[in-house]
């Protein structure tokens, strides 16, 4: 029995790609290309509950780009476009997402009003390795934050841009929250959004979405730097396989995260 | 003793990131950028004793760019500028490397004389999917096979096109052996070779190099579908994180590859 067991634990630990218990340390884990998003490319292709194998936090979109993705202390939340923020069952599925078993490795305190680009100064400061991947998580007091969501599409399925050009806007005021978000090198570019990519949720789980713009008061930002980055792709039953990722949608990505 | 064997053997299990027995199936793992030793970062950064653990087939380089690699059936060979091959110790210390647990997902005889170009053609034709990575072991028997291989560096380190102006060519003709390399898909370009980067070993274990050129007469091509890519960066001690990985670096892949 006992032989049993231990057969049956070491076989649970190996098919776990993430490792036993927990999610590997520093390895920011992402399905799917930013590219392949910005091309149209929005069927599920991950559950929520095999995401949380690749960490506790984290950011993404859901099937047919239904909604702004927040991956939070180990529970997902999705902002729709009506603003309202949801609870999806495990088995709901996300064409992109990004995951990481948050670890801080700086702890930056905010004591003055601080916006979007005072926050990436500061952060490039402290963690100034731009070749590095790091997580953001920001939780503070926010005097102002602008925030969108995304409409659910039909296919077929127009590309971000298009769906970007009507997306909803909420501008938030006095608002307590959690920004959770990443940092990535430029030279990822195609595969993930270069720079700074942030999503918000209120404390009360009433609010959030992409973070377009904001003003923060007081608060701490987190940084958890991360040498590893797995892509995980999609399988044959998605549109991937055929979309052209071949161009520089730069332009586009641009377009569509601002 | 049961138990502490147990748990001496869930622990190992997870502290090893590659897994039990064996590394993660369907993932290329690659340690740095090919735009960092483009841009001459060529301080080893993973040994070879760490890298068998992401697979048993790869390519790559050495710590100062000391020559060729190629790892097939979980042996690394180092071929040197002088166009031999040698064994490294686990210890020797790699900056740039690709490995794989190589499983065949497709089978593709070769019969006729074959160029790189065909093989390329052979192998599209039976993984369409340009959006996926894949792994090929090419077996057989070769008409030609042009090879390279690069000579050791010192600091301050030049980058990749200055050394490749001199590098020692080699022109083998009717020779057994193995080309061990990857296909990638372009949008990976700033962070991997796009398209094919083939190594090749002799059967004899006495010549290889970065391959050129070559005409195969029969054998076979073995590929390996990967949708897992997992990117490994060098740490802090590197000069990995100095380095301007932002331009475009095509032009000068180009010259450093062909």
């Known amino acids: 029995m006992k032989r049993i067991l231990l057969y049956l634990m070491v076989v649970a630990c190996c098919l776990n790609p993430a490792g036993c218990a927990s999610a590997p340390q520093n390895t920011v884990t992402q399905f799917s290309t930013i590219d392949a998003l910005l091309a149209g490319v929005y069927e599920g292709q991950t559950t929520c509950s095999r995401l ?3 960490g506790d936090f984290g950011i993404g979109t859901f099937d047919s780009l239904d909604g702004e993705m927040i991956l939070l202390d180990g529970k997902i939340y999705q902002v729709r476009a009506d603003g309202k923020v949801y609870r999806p069952s495990a088995d709901h599925t996300l064409p992109f997402a990004c995951a990481v078993a948050f670890r801080k490795d700086l702890s930056l305190p905010v004591s003055t009003d601080t916006d979007f680009g005072g926050m990436e100064r500061l952060v490039d400061r402290a963690a100034p390795n731009m070749n590095l ?6 939780e503070g007091h926010f005097a102002y934050m602008k925030v969108r969501s995304v409409p659910a599409q039909r296919k077929p399925y127009p590309p971000l841009t ?4 009507n997306q909803p806007v909420f501008e938030l005021e006095r608002i307590k929250g959690t920004i959770v978000g990443f940092r990535a090198p430029q030279f990822a570019k195609a595969i993930t959004v270069p720079g700074y990519h942030l999503h918000f949720l209120s404390e009360d789980f009433q609010a959030g979405g992409h973070v377009l713009d904001f003003s923060m008061t007081s608060g701490t930002v987190e940084v958890d730097l991360c040498n590893r980055f797995l892509l995980v792709l999609p399988g044959e039953e998605s549109s991937f396989g055929s979309a052209d990722l071949t161009r520089d949608r730069s332009a586009e990505l641009e377009k569509a995260e601002k």
């Open 52 to 54: 949380l194998e690749y």
């Open 133 to 138: 991947f790091c997580a953001l998580r920001i």
């Open 162 to 165: 298009e769906v970007t050009k």
